[in-house]
């Protein structure tokens, strides 16, 4: 066997992945030189080495944790006789990643599976948990196909202000536009500022890194119960130190592997649970992209038609009202499974959790106890009918999502003028203007916020209510994008609209005042402009230009539309598939 050390190697330490000098003893020598230099004896040397995914960065608030959490994994390591070694990919954070952490979720995947590959570890852990921290990270695993034990960084608690609890970012948005109203002065304003994030974590509500979190769990990535502990809980640091003692345990028994979690089964368990959970849009995209990683498709089609059969349970932000602690405390993801479980035949419960037993053996086992305020009952949904819904017609072919749980009722069907917006600039710069010929009835449209056109699809979809119509009291309006939103936004929002409008699709060709017309309990999203108009401005079409170099040109030309997941086309699927 070669010294790259094939998949399904048991514990081979350091001697596995040696650097290429064509002498492997001299390889070792040299590796182990290197190592006691950095103070390692005979016996760390002997062990099953366990490799720590860290995630962390000063320019990452949310993963400012993940230093205690690496401690915690290192003792459980070392305390199940293995050696834990720490190294750092990039770390992205939604406020700092221009354009958008999207257009550098792939880089980060590309990062996690090529050092996965690099290194000698025998199992891996995974540190994260901001947005797409954890898919990049589990895309990465699963094409590097080790075994792996993921462990999230945690949500943040809630703030307290002035009566009001406060959670990031629904609220944030919430104050925001308040503030753009004009019903919240600049210093009402700034005083909540200071209590919308008052610990470390992640976003507090049902948003993604809340909604990948619970992903993550129900996949068999992460310890039952592990999704919704507080990130400054001490709960999460014991947790994580059963993860290094697990990751050790995995190591020997050389699995499970990440690309094993990975089945029809867990997959389609994933969308329930989003479904469930009221969850992120993003989640869509990020699904899609984990499940084609292990060579299965998951369909537009497919989210829908479970959305239709799972009741909404979880009554968080932005769907409800309450926040990822509450969760937590009312049960966990455990027992929101046990309460769907009556509701879902979509829900496999042979499917592996995060401690290797199926779980149905782990709801067995779990306390009975659950606060239905919060976690449902399914004859009490939080919101009737589906949370996600997929839109299709002529405006988006290939398809389009709304969070139908996060839209006003009056607008679930409606037909109004287009007002268009070209780019994201174009909306800075005419959003606001007290000019802009815009009613309540207008369908706002926001064109090139696709994966080619913005790059990287920013959360720019939940398009602001224009200042003028937001002063009047309007709340909410249709809303139309190749973009996404954030999971802790809401509205009418209709998004990763499909094809997107920098590769020509039908969106590219709206006009001011085309008629759209949006039925959602229909699944339609229309645009009602005749075949020959739209012909001749199809005729007239520009494509944007291609970047010249660098990884813009590598995004531009392989990363695939939302329905795909917005990877890269050559990172889908497996070696051992072709
Ligand atoms: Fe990091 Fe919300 S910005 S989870
Ligand atoms: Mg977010």
């Not at 094939?6 to 390889?27: I, K, M, P, Q, V």
């Not at 190294?87 to 050092?115: A, Q």
């Not at 696709?450 to 398009?463: D, K, L, N, R």
Request: aromatic share 4%; charged share 25%.
């Amino acid at each position: 066997m070669s010294d790259d050390g094939a998949r399904g190697d048991r514990a081979r330490g350091l001697s596995s992945r040696l650097t290429r000098y064509g002498d492997n003893e001299f390889a070792l020598f040299l590796r182990e030189a290197f190592l006691k230099a950095q103070g390692l004896g005979a016996d760390a040397l002997s062990r099953p080495v366990i490799a720590i995914c860290g995630a962390g960065s000063d320019f990452n608030p949310c993963h400012a944790t993940a230093p205690k959490l690496v401690e915690a994994i290192s003792r459980g390591v070392m305390m199940a006789g293995g050696l834990p070694l720490e190294f750092p990919t990039i770390s992205l954070h939604e406020s700092f990643s221009h354009p958008t952490s999207m257009y550098l979720r792939n880089l980060m995947s590309m990062d996690v599976e090529e050092m996965l590959h690099a290194l000698p570890l025998d199992a891996a852990v995974l540190v994260g948990g901001c947005d797409k921290t954890v898919p990049a990270q589990l895309m990465g695993a699963i094409s590097a196909d080790m075994p792996t034990v993921s462990v999230v960084v945690g949500p943040m608690l809630t703030g307290a202000h002035e009566g009001e609890r406060l959670g990031a970012c629904t609220d944030c948005r919430r104050l925001w536009g308040e503030h753009r109203a004009g019903r919240l002065d600049r210093s009402g304003l700034d005083r909540a500022h200071g209590r919308l994030m008052p610990s470390h974590g992640t976003c507090m509500v049902m948003g993604t890194a809340s909604t990948m979190a619970c992903i993550s769990e129900v996949m068999g990535f992460l310890a039952p119960g592990g999704a919704t502990i507080p990130a400054v809980h001490s709960e999460r640091l014991r947790q994580a130190e059963e993860a290094g003692m697990r990751a050790v345990a995995m190591a020997r028994a050389g699995g499970p592997t990440a690309r094993s979690l990975v089945t029809e089964a867990s997959i389609r368990n994933a969308a329930v649970v989003l479904q469930s959970l009221g969850g992120s849009t993003n989640a869509v995209i990020h699904l899609a992209a984990i499940a084609r990683r292990a060579g299965i498709e998951l369909t537009l089609e497919e989210i829908d038609a479970i959305g239709k059969r799972t009741p909404i349970l979880c009554d968080l932000k932005p769907v409800g009202r309450n926040y990822m602690q509450d969760l937590h405390a009312a049960g966990g993801l455990p027992a929101l499974l046990r309460n769907l479980a009556h509701a879902s035949d979509d829900l496999d419960l042979s499917a592996q959790a995060g401690d290797g037993r199926p779980w149905s053996e782990v709801l067995a086992d779990w306390p009975e106890w659950c606060d239905t305020d919060i976690i449902r009952t399914p004859d009490r949904p939080v919101v009737p009918g589906a949370a996600l819904t997929v839109l299709h017609g002529s405006l988006a072919p290939d398809g389009a999502v709304v969070k139908r749980a996060a839209l006003s009722g009056h607008l679930m069907a409606h037909e109004g003028p287009a007002l268009v917006f070209t780019s994201l600039d174009d909306l800075d710069a005419r959003l606001d203007d007290p000019d802009l010929p815009v009613t309540a009835d207008h369908v706002l449209v926001l064109q090139n916020a696709g994966p080619v056109g913005a790059p990287g699809m920013p959360e720019a979809g939940s398009i602001p209510i224009p200042k003028k119509l937001a002063a009047e009291g309007v709340k909410d309006m249709v809303r139309i994008s190749d973009g996404r939103m954030s999971g802790t936004a809401y509205g009418a929002v209709i998004l990763h609209v499909s094809p997107e409008s920098a590769i020509g699709g039908p969106l590219a060709l709206v006009r001011d005042g085309d008629r759209i017309r949006l039925d959602v309990e229909e699944g339609r999203i229309d645009l009602l402009v005749g075949e020959k108009e739209l012909d001749a401005r199809r005729a007239a079409w520009r494509a944007p230009d291609r970047p010249v170099r660098g990884y813009a040109r590598l995004f531009h030309d392989h990363v695939t539309g939302a329905e795909r997941g917005c990877d890269f086309d050559f990172l889908e699927g497996h070696p051992d598939d072709a």
